[in-house]
């Protein structure tokens, strides 16, 4: 079965095995290895999914990023607080367009108050767009006003990393291959490699074939041992694959 903690835990060994080091953003951003894995968390559901994932990297002396957004639904102070203690680099999803339905002005004035808020739990140097797929509004769209540097920011995703150089895979859509039905998790790659299920990307990671310096999204909610969590989410995503598809991917 794909996308339980269990085949995670496998994919971690076969980047440790492989010889990767493990850097949070922030230190990739300020001195890059040459042989690199981010492991980049948007907690967009579920915290204690992402607790957990965060456990099992300490566990394995590995470090990873974790991006929460400012709803009810993310935002747990005692998850942040327990993920910043375990040495993981902690950061805002910003999603500020859409909650201030496309106001740029109030955007702005949101996105500090809840930067301001989150930095009284962790230090953040750097953030990172969330898709909202849903919404007319792409966040991101601030930056063409504003600049994130002029707020201690260090580093976006979407804007500092050169994923021509960068290979990215996201589990977006509960797949490894969701640009297909992604809205806004895209980015401009150099890279002809295309996976679908976590094995195809382990059996490359064993035969040596990936690129040197990779960025990986997860959303930690997608994955689950329990058969009924396992279940309902397969079955949820594959209705929003649907509906994205057919409403929002821009053909």
Same mark, same amino acid.
């Given at each position: ?17 492989? &010889? ?81 339905? &496309? ?51 260090? &580093? ?21 291959? &969701? ?73």
């Amino acid at each position: 079965m794909d996308f339980t903690v269990k085949k995670y835990k496998e994919l971690l060994q076969a980047l440790i095995k492989a &010889g990767y080091t493990f850097q949070t953003f922030e230190e990739f951003i300020k001195a890059p290895n040459s042989k690199s894995v981010i492991l980049r968390h948007d907690v967009d559901l579920l915290p204690y999914n992402s607790l957990r994932f965060a456990e099992i990297q300490a566990e394995n002396n590995v470090k990873g990023v974790y991006y929460f957004r400012a709803v009810p639904e993310s935002w747990d102070e005692k998850v942040i607080k327990k993920i910043a203690d375990l040495g993981h680099e902690i950061g805002y999803h910003y999603e500020c367009l859409t909650t201030c339905n &496309g106001d740029l002005k109030k955007g702005i004035a949101d996105f500090e108050k809840n930067l301001i808020d989150l930095r009284k739990l962790a230090p953040v140097s750097t953030i990172c767009m969330h898709g909202s797929p849903a919404s007319k509004f792409d966040s991101k769209d601030l930056w063409k006003v504003y600049n994130y540097r002029d707020f201690d920011i260090i &580093g976006e995703p979407y804007f500092d990393v050169n994923f021509k150089e960068v290979f990215y895979l996201t589990d977006t859509g509960r797949r490894w291959d &969701g640009h297909k039905v992604s809205v806004r998790d895209k980015v401009d790659s150099n890279f002809n490699l295309t996976f679908h299920a976590t094995n195809d990307i382990i059996l490359n990671l064993k035969n040596g074939e990936l690129p040197n310096q990779i960025m990986f999204t997860f959303h930690p909610q997608r994955w689950n041992d329990e058969i009924f969590k396992w279940t309902k989410e397969l079955i949820m995503q594959n209705i929003k694959n649907i509906i994205k598809k057919t409403f929002f991917v821009k053909k």
